[in-house]
T-cell receptor
Framework: DQQVKQNSPSLSVQEGRISILNCDYT??????FLWYKKYPAEGPTFLIS?????DKNEDGRFTVFLNKSAKHLSLHIVPSQPGDSAVYFC????????????FGQGTELSVKP | DADVTQTPRNRITKTGKRIMLECSQT?????MYWYRQDPGLGLRLIYY???????NKGEISDGYSVSRQAQAKFSLSLESAIPNQTALYFC??????????????FGPGTRLLVL
């Protein structure tokens, strides 16, 4: 049972345009959500997060939107740059789980010059 | 210098062999985790430890064991490796006293191939 789902295995975007990566979840107890970025031969690195009490969090070119009623979050990257090409994982946790994360399958973003 | 290191970075072994993957961290974090990544499945939690005396199973602990030798060291063992344990393995750390408790910091990974 996949509690966190990223239904798009890959996404290709032109440099300078917006990249939108999507993530759906099923567990209504999740109250904190994170996005991680992973380059080949490296470990995932934390990118941005959002608490369930908010519906938007912005950090530079990266914005995460949370729609609790739809159990959906998205990561927007504007403008996209070739260096953003990587695999992006969304992850979720529930407060009563002591910080354990449940990860989605990942979406591979390719930003073409 | 990397805050979370993993050794070895790559390993090839044979079915039935015992193998240990090691993780060390200089972040001073109490919490450590082992994950495996498989294509199309994301990262799945194998074991986690919230302090030196605390060990907990994750969602896919069968066939694995761990040892928390010190705050800075957390080792993962495959007692008798099998081919479906071929995967990319990641160690991670976190500390609720530093930022949000869920923010985890990952090592570079160990690529394991079981023949």
């Amino acid at each position: 049972d996949q509690q966190v789902k990223q239904n798009s295995p890959s996404l290709s975007v032109q440099e300078g345009r917006i990249s939108i990566l999507n993530c759906d979840y099923t567990n209504s107890m999740f109250d904190y959500f994170l996005w991680y970025k992973k380059y080949p031969a490296e470990g995932p690195t934390f990118l941005i997060s959002i608490s369930s009490i908010k519906d938007k969090n912005e950090d530079g070119r990266f914005t995460v939107f949370l729609n609790k009623s739809a159990k959906h979050l998205s990561l927007h990257i504007v403008p996209s740059q070739p260096g953003d090409s990587a695999v992006y994982f969304c992850a979720a946790s529930a407060n009563n789980q002591g910080g354990k994360l449940i990860f989605g399958q990942g979406t591979e973003l390719s930003v073409k010059p | 210098d990397a805050d979370v290191t993993q050794t070895p970075r790559n390993r090839i072994t044979k079915t039935g062999k015992r193998i240990m993957l090691e993780c060390s961290q200089t972040k001073g974090h109490d919490r450590m985790y082992w994950y495996r990544q498989d294509p199309g499945l994301g990262l799945r939690l194998i074991y986690y430890s919230f302090d030196v005396k605390d060990i907990n199973k994750g969602e896919i602990s069968d066939g694995y064991s761990v040892s928390r030798q010190a705050q800075a060291k957390f080792s993962l063992s495959l007692e008798s490796a099998i081919p479906n344990q071929t995967a990319l393995y990641f160690c991670a750390t976190s500390d609720p006293r530093v930022g949000h408790q869920e923010t985890q910091y990952f090592g570079p990974g160990t690529r394991l191939l079981v023949l």
